[in-house]
């Protein structure tokens, strides 16, 4: 079992910046790719980024490539979204989520593990 919990969203301005953590506990951690996730009110959930088990692969939608960076530090069961750039458009629920793949997927039923999200709001 993974426990995922996620910290560091809030409301920010239009073109600010803000950078998301998720911890996980366990000593498993590395054996998982693991992934962003968002969800407006009234939308599907949607894959954001991804990370290999390793780190050494990563995946990004393409609403948010260039301006959105995902990393990893298995030492600490630590994964990270660092959001640039920010848009209203991004304003969404978001979760970190575990899959037990080696490399990046952004097939929703891949991830077995979701943290319980935070949220982030974007003012215009």
């Known amino acids: 079992q993974v426990q995922l919990v996620e910290s560091g969203g809030g409301l920010v301005q239009a073109g600010g910046s803000l950078r998301l953590s998720c911890v996980a506990s366990?000593?498993?951690?590395?054996?998982?790719?693991m992934g962003w996730f968002r969800q407006a009110p009234g939308k599907e959930r949607e894959f954001v980024a991804g990370?290999?088990?390793?780190?050494?692969?990563?995946g990004y939608a393409d609403s948010v490539k260039g301006r959105f960076f995902i990393s990893r530090d298995n030492a600490k069961n630590m994964v990270y979204l660092q959001m640039n750039s920010l848009k209203p458009e991004d304003t969404a629920v978001y979760y970190c989520?575990?899959?037990?793949?080696?490399?990046?997927?952004?097939?929703?039923?891949?991830?077995?593990?979701w943290g319980q999200g935070t949220q982030v709001t974007v003012s215009s």
């Open positions: 989520a575990a899959a037990p793949m080696v490399h990046v997927t952004t097939r929703l039923t891949a991830y077995t593990y």
């Open positions: 366990g000593r498993t951690f590395s054996i998982y790719a």
């Open positions: 990370i290999s088990r390793s780190g050494s692969s990563t």
